[in-house]
C-alpha cells in the first residue's frame, strides 16, 4: 500500500497527532461534581475536546442513576449476598456518588481522527456495592461499568449463544431476557466458578430458556468445528484493555471471527491502541520517515505492516485512511495474522 501526501491527507495527519498528544481530555477521572456544577463541569469537558460535548444545545446529562442500576432485572433479582461458598467471600463496600469515572469501553471519534474519549460520567448519590473474592484474591466488582460495557452485547445476543466466562452471570442473565435468544452455553475455566454458580445464582434464574456450563479453556474450544455450531459469540475472559488486547489476539490468531458474528468484552478500549498503531504506519508511509514505537507494540506494527503489504492500492483520500483505521473487522484482520 502507497499513500499520495496531498494536502487534504497532509492535514488530516496533523489533526490526528494533535489529539493524540493532548492530554486534556483524561484530566478529569475522580472530579467531584454536583448537580449545580454540571453545566460548567460539562463546558470544560467540552473545552477539552470530548465530543459528546460539542453541541452546546443537546449534551447529555453527566449523571447516572443509581436507582435503575440497582433496579435493573439481574440487581432486581439476584442476590449476590446468598453465595455461602469456602472459595468464594464478599464485602460491600460504600461507594462514593459525585465522582466522574469511566462509565464504559472508550468511545470512538465520530470524526475518526484518534479524539477518543471516556464516557465519563458520575452516580447521582452514594451507593453500595459489592466486591467479591475468589479464594481471598480480587475476583469481581459489581459495578455500574460492568453492567454498561455487558448490556448492548447482551441485546446483540440472538440465537443460539455461546460465551466464554461466567463471571456472576451478568451477561448470561440479561442475555436470555433477550427473546431472540433460544439457548446459552457458557464455557468457564474455573470449576470453582461453575459449582458456585450452580448453587447459589442460577437457582435464582427464572427462565425456561436452556443454559448448559461447560468447564473448559477458552482457547481449547475457539474453533471453526466448534463455534459454527453457534449463531452469537461473546467473550469476556481478561481484567481490562491490558490484558484484554493481547488475549484478542491469540484467540483471533485461533480463528478469525467478524463483528456480526462476535462480540469481545471493552474491544474498543482494546483495540484503541490498535488505531493509533495504524495511524502512525500510515504517517510514516505518507511522510516517508522512520517509525519508532514502544518494543511492547512492535508485534502489532509488524502485523500492521504486513496486512498493508498485501494491499496493491494508493491511497489519495482521507476517507479511506479512516476506514482502515477504525473499521474493527479490519483491526481483527490485524490481530489475526500469524507470522511466526
Known amino acids: 500500500m502507497k499513500i499520495t501526501l496531498n494536502d487534504e491527507i497532509n492535514q488530516f495527519l496533523d489533526r490526528c497527532l494533535a489529539n493524540i498528544t493532548s492530554d486534556a481530555k ?16 460539562i463546558k470544560m469537558l467540552a473545552e477539552a475536546g470530548i465530543p459528546e460535548f460539542q453541541d452546546s444545545k443537546n449534551y447529555p446529562s453527566l449523571f447516572l442513576s443509581v436507582d435503575e442500576w440497582e433496579n435493573n432485572p439481574y440487581h432486581k433479582n439476584i442476590h449476590l449476598d446468598w453465595i455461602k461458598d469456602s472459595h468464594f467471600t464478599f464485602e460491600r463496600r460504600k461507594i462514593a456518588g459525585f465522582e466522574l469515572f469511566n462509565s464504559d469501553a472508550i468511545q470512538k471519534d465520530p470524526n475518526r481522527e484518534l479524539n477518543d474519549w471516556m464516557k465519563l460520567r458520575a452516580m447521582d448519590r452514594n ?39 461466567l ?27 461453575i459449582a458456585m454458580f450452580r448453587n447459589f445464582i442460577l437457582p435464582q434464574f427464572e427462565t425456561t430458556t436452556p443454559i448448559h456450563l461447560i468447564e473448559g479453556d477458552a482457547f481449547e474450544y475457539f474453533n471453526q468445528d466448534y463455534l459454527s455450531n453457534f449463531d452469537y459469540i461473546y467473550t469476556d475472559i481478561w481484567q481490562s ?5 493481547p488475549l484478542i489476539t491469540e484467540l483471533l490468531k485461533q480463528y478469525y471471527l467478524p463483528k456480526e458474528k462476535a462480540d469481545f468484552w471493552i474491544e474498543d478500549s482494546c483495540l484503541e491502541v490498535i488505531w ?37 492500492e494508493t491511497a489519495s483520500d482521507v ?22
Do not use: C
Open 276 to 312: 493509533t498503531l495504524i495511524f502512525l504506519y500510515f504517517e510514516s508511509l505518507a511522510r516517508n520517515k522512520e517509525l519508532e514505537v514502544n518494543p511492547y507494540y512492535q508485534s502489532y506494527i509488524e502485523k500492521i505492516a504486513y496486512y498493508f503489504d498485501q494491499i496493491g
Open 241 to 245: 484493555s491490558q490484558d484484554g488486547l
Open 26 to 41: 483524561n484530566n478529569f477521572v475522580g472530579m467531584h461534581i454536583t448537580k449545580k456544577s454540571e453545566k460548567k463541569v
Open 319 to 340: 476517507e479511506t485512511l479512516k476506514t482502515y483505521m477504525y473499521d474493527t473487522n479490519i483491526s481483527r484482520r490485524i490481530l489475526s495474522t500469524k507470522l511466526d
Open 167 to 193: 463471571g456472576i452471570g451478568y451477561f448470561l442473565y440479561m442475555s436470555i431476557q433477550n427473546p431472540t435468544v433460544e439457548e446459552v452455553t457458557v464455557i468457564e475455566r474455573s470449576k470453582e466458578v
Open 127 to 165: 451507593f453500595d456495592a459489592l466486591y467479591l473474592y475468589q479464594d481471598d484474591m480480587d475476583w469481581m466488582f459489581d459495578a455500574p461499568s460492568e453492567a454498561n460495557t455487558n448490556d448492548i452485547p447482551a441485546q446483540r445476543a440472538h440465537g443460539k449463544v455461546l460465551t466464554f466466562g
